[in-house]
């Protein structure tokens, strides 16, 4: 099995799921793509995924309306069922559902305006951090 990083922007609501339910089923999420690749082939690898996050970081903030902390969960799953859009720069569709241990990172906005992508990071183990600076119902 193939496992490719995608970033997924999630709500509130999808944190406590994955806390009491143990899965975020999102089913789209944000990652290097063909399109990112030959858009951004001058670019490193690393600065191609920063790409890709971005869009995951304003897809977060339509999720959920200021003054609400945006959040991007960095997962890890299987590539199969992964299907990229043609016309869309990083989007993927067919991300399964994602459980705690998918999960690589979260990040979070560090205030509660969406100014730009630098999110704060937290590691995978720091579930009920993310919850209690986002809030369980985004407040």
């Given amino acids: 099995m193939t496992r490719r990083r995608v970033y997924l922007p999630v709500a509130p609501t999808d944190l406590a799921a994955l806390a009491e339910a143990g899965r975020i089923e999102r ?27 971005s869009e995951a970081a304003t897809a977060a903030g339509e999720l959920v309306a200021e003054p609400t902390r945006r959040v991007v969960v960095s997962v890890d799953v299987d590539a199969a069922g992964l299907r990229e859009h043609a016309e869309e720069f990083a989007r993927v569709d067919g991300v399964p559902a994602v459980t705690a241990r ?19 990071w937290f590691d995978a183990a720091e579930l009920p951090a993310v919850i209690a600076l986002v809030g369980p119902a985004g407040g």
Avoid at 106 to 119: K, M, N
Wanted: hydrophobic share 35%.
């Fill in 27 to 53: 089913g789209t999420g944000y990652a290097v793509t063909a399109n990112v690749r030959a858009e951004l082939e001058e670019r490193d690898a690393e600065e191609q995924e920063f790409e890709a996050f």
């Fill in 102 to 120: 998918d999960v690589a990172a979260f990040h979070v906005d560090e205030g509660e305006q969406h100014d730009d992508d630098q999110l704060l």
